[in-house]
């Protein structure tokens, strides 16, 4: 017997945008290496006229604030469909980008770092505690008693 995770993202969720708005970011200024390890992720998720976007975007070389204030900000980031599932092994690396963010924030708390991209960071630990809840609520819907999860994270 198996039993295996999902996590169903919907369109107006707002967690899904919230990360690959920080994987785009991160995309945008890192070195080519890393960029071409994030793409194939990006153009999983992402509708394919956003995915074209932000390579142009990428390729272009716009500012870091062009590329959040003038398109982040602004609904750049459209998925590929209304409902995105996320199992497994992808739960467990969409939780470590997660908590990357918390440590991204923390480490630019106190820096010169424009609040354009502070905010981009701001939210993470909701984030993972909203995982934790919904996999609660699932396990208690399928009859499990007495479900507490200490954490949910990359672990």
């Not at 960029?35 to 153009?43: D, F, G, N, S, Y």
């Not at 070389?61 to 003038?70: D, T, W």
């Not at 599932?85 to 992808?90: A, D, L, N």
């Not at 701001?122 to 499990?144: D, F, M, Q, T, Y």
Request: include cysteine; glycine fraction near 6%; charged fraction near 25%.
């Amino acid at each position: 017997m198996k039993c295996e995770v999902t996590l169903v993202f919907e369109e107006n969720d707002g967690t899904l945008k919230w990360l690959f708005n920080i994987i785009s970011y991160a995309h945008h200024i890192s070195e080519p290496r890393v960029q071409k390890m994030l793409e194939p992720m990006l153009k999983e998720f992402l509708h394919d006229q956003s995915y074209q976007q932000l390579i142009k975007l990428t390729r272009q070389k716009i500012s870091e604030e062009e590329l959040v204030v003038k398109h982040l900000q602004n609904g750049l980031i459209k998925f590929s469909s209304s409902q995105v599932k996320v199992r497994g092994p992808k739960i467990k690396a969409m939780c470590y980008m997660i908590e990357q963010a918390g440590t991204m924030q923390a480490a630019a708390e106190g820096e010169d770092v424009p609040d354009y991209i502070l905010n981009l960071f701001e939210g993470h630990a909701l984030i993972l505690n909203r995982i934790k809840e919904v996999v609660s609520e699932a396990l208690k819907i399928a009859g499990a008693k007495g479900v507490q999860i200490a954490e949910f994270n990359s672990q």
